[in-house]
């Protein structure tokens, strides 16, 4: 599985953005996703997760009520809509997926099994 990601860039503090992750298989359906994010010289960042169905989301503490993700399995395309942007959301954000249960999610980055490139997310403040 190849996954891509689009829609990072440069936002000011307060702002929005979407980022996309387009993926390339035929068994979309099949993969629970999330986002992860990182800063160098810091671990790897848990973002939020989403189920194969997309009927089970989960979301790190500091991210619960700004951000939101979502899948569209017509498209391979999972989405994280990000709000109320801080300068402490600059990071590299990755997509990742992993072959999992119906209903299942993951917080911890060693279960995934694919990761795309990463797209920066930089908020000016």
């Known amino acids: 599985v190849q996954l891509v990601e689009f829609g990072g860039g440069l936002v000011q503090a307060g702002g929005s953005l979407r980022l996309a992750c387009a993926a390339s298989t035929h068994i979309f359906g099949m993969y629970a996703l999330a986002w992860f994010r990182q800063v160098p010289g810091k671990e790897r960042e848990f973002v939020a997760a989403i189920s194969r169905s997309g009927g089970t989301t989960d979301y790190a503490d500091t991210v619960k009520g700004r951000f939101a993700i979502s899948r569209e399995n017509a498209k391979n395309t999972i989405y994280l809509q990000m709000n109320s942007l801080s300068a402490e959301d600059t990071a590299n954000y990755y997509c990742?997926?992993?072959?999992?249960?119906?209903?299942?999610?993951?917080?911890?980055?060693?279960?995934?099994?694919?990761w795309g490139l990463g797209t920066q997310v930089t908020v000016s403040s």
């Open positions: 990742a997926a992993r072959f999992a249960d119906e209903h299942s999610t993951s917080v911890r980055w060693t279960e995934y099994d694919y």
